[in-house]
Structures are given as structure tokens and as C-alpha cells.
């Protein structure tokens, strides 16, 4: 069977997908892991359905920014062996660092207009 050819996202990446890709900068996780990060990480203000993590997830595998992966540890049940564990490719911390400045640039602009700093908005 060939190989799927590769997707190409649009740029920037969404929201969803940079806090999924954030996730996995920590090391690989599977799914399950990868929403509950990025709950905790965004305080509850980020939840990831299941449709949207694992379309997402499907997504960044085929562009080349994700793979599978073994998990770091023997699993302890069975359904932990039926987890799927993704990490990040060197393409993907490529994009990732990407996403990051282009994120730092607009914050930086944002602390630069006066009214935004107020504390009364």
C-alpha cells in the first residue's frame, strides 16, 4: 500500500492544535493524556472534544508533525496497550517554535497599546 501523501495545514495553526503540539513538547503522550494537559495547562478554559483531538491528532500525523510512538513504559492493562502514544518530529518542533514566535509577536504588540494594559477593561 502506498504512503498517504502529506497534508499540508494552513498557517497559522489554530488554537486547538498549538495546545495539542504544546502537549507533546513535554514528551509523548496518547490521547486521553493529550486532553487532560491541555485542560490543566489552560486552566479548564481549553477542552478538547473527542472529534476534535483525534481529528486534530490525524491531522498533524500526516503532515509529518507528529508520529507514533512506543510507549515509555510497559503497559499495565490491557487498554493501556491499546493506546496509541504520539510525539513530536523534528518538523513539528520546527513549526512549533514557529507558532510560538509568531504568538510572541502578537502579545508583544498587544502590551504596546496603552488601552489593552488598562486594568479597568
Known amino acids: 500500500m502506498a504512503p498517504r501523501p502529506r497534508t499540508e495545514l494552513r498557517h497559522p495553526l489554530s488554537l486547538s492544535v498549538i495546545h495539542i503540539l504544546l502537549a507533546l ?20 478554559e481549553v ?6 483531538l483525534y481529528e486534530a491528532v490525524q491531522r498533524l500525523e500526516d503532515a509529518g508533525y507528529i508520529e507514533e510512538t512506543d510507549a515509555d513504559e510497559d503497559p499495565a492493562n490491557a487498554q493501556e496497550a491499546q493506546r496509541r502514544y504520539y510525539k513530536l518530529t523534528s518538523v513539528g518542533w520546527s513549526v512549533l517554535r514557529t507558532e510560538m514566535r509568531h504568538l510572541a509577536r502578537i502579545v508583544d504588540h498587544a502590551r504596546s497599546i496603552p488601552r489593552l494594559r488598562r486594568a479597568d477593561l
Open 25 to 44: 513538547a513535554d514528551g509523548a503522550r496518547h490521547g486521553y493524556a493529550i486532553k487532560q494537559e491541555v485542560e490543566d495547562r489552560s486552566g479548564g
Open 47 to 52: 477542552r478538547l472534544g473527542p472529534g476534535t
